[in-house]
């Protein structure tokens, strides 16, 4: 079962500009995940956030999240053309022994 | 530090050939080890949690003959797809965990396994 929906599916912008995908999730989590996956690549990790935090930032990365509202933003600000990739918000499950992947946000930044 | 290596990167064979992929953590310990398929523009699906020297914990719908998991060692996890058909032709990831760390930390992938089955 997937955990986390992503919106949009898919997201075009200019260089310079900002980038903001939103998940959202079923069950109680114990943290929430990013990733990012480049075309035919595996994922790296972007930045983790517990389930007591409610903000946390990374060089240009910020990520929220809301367990009251079971959703989370990751923003990419002042986007740069080797942002584009797919970026996948992730769930723990089972106790937090696995993690379950969001479909998915496509970001094509344009130079 | 942690990183896991996959390989191959890229498989073509013929219908009805098994093929093993290998997954490695190169620099950290690795109890559980985790195996993605992911078809094009979509998510990764987990198909089972390798822990090692145990059987591997397979989710619902994964036939368990058909994709057989072998965990030998803390370093290394191996995926092979059984008769391989079309059908099974995808992207296959695998990652891992630090052994010993709680669930709060990232897992780290490795790059991947193109499928092609002709």
């Known amino acids: 079962s997937q955990q986390g929906e992503e919106d949009p599916q898919a997201l075009s912008i200019q260089e310079g500009e900002n980038a903001t995908m939103n998940c959202s999730y079923k069950t109680s989590i114990n943290n929430l995940q990013w990733y990012r996956q480049n075309s035919g690549r595996g994922l790296v990790h972007l930045i983790l956030?517990?389930?007591?935090?409610r903000e946390k930032h990374s060089g240009r990365l910020r990520v929220t999240l809301d367990t009251s509202k079971k959703s989370s933003s990751l923003l990419i600000t002042a986007s740069r053309a080797a942002d584009t990739a797919s970026y996948f918000c992730?769930?723990?499950?089972?106790?937090?022994?696995?993690?379950?992947f969001g479909a998915g946000t496509r970001l094509f930044v344009k130079a | 530090g942690a990183v896991v290596s996959q390989h191959p990167s890229w498989v073509i064979c013929k219908s009805g050939t098994s093929v093993k992929i290998e997954c490695r953590s190169l620099d950290f310990q690795a109890t559980t080890m985790f195996w993605y398929r992911q078809f094009p523009k979509q998510s990764l699906m987990l198909m089972a949690t390798?822990?090692?020297?145990?059987?591997?914990?397979?989710e619902q719908g994964v036939e368990k003959d058909k994709f057989l998991i072998n965990h030998a060692s803390l370093t290394l996890s191996t995926l092979t797809v059984t008769s391989a058909h079309p059908e099974d032709s995808s992207f296959y990831i695998c990652?891992?965990?630090?052994?010993?760390?709680?669930?709060?930390?990232?897992?780290?992938f490795g790059d991947g396994t193109r499928l092609s089955i002709l």
């Open positions: 992730a769930t723990d499950e089972g106790g937090g022994f696995k993690t379950i």
């Open positions: 990652s891992a965990r630090v052994a010993g760390r709680d669930s709060n930390q990232p897992q780290h």
């Open positions: 390798s822990n090692e020297g145990s059987k591997a914990t397979y």
């Open positions: 956030i517990r389930s007591n935090e």
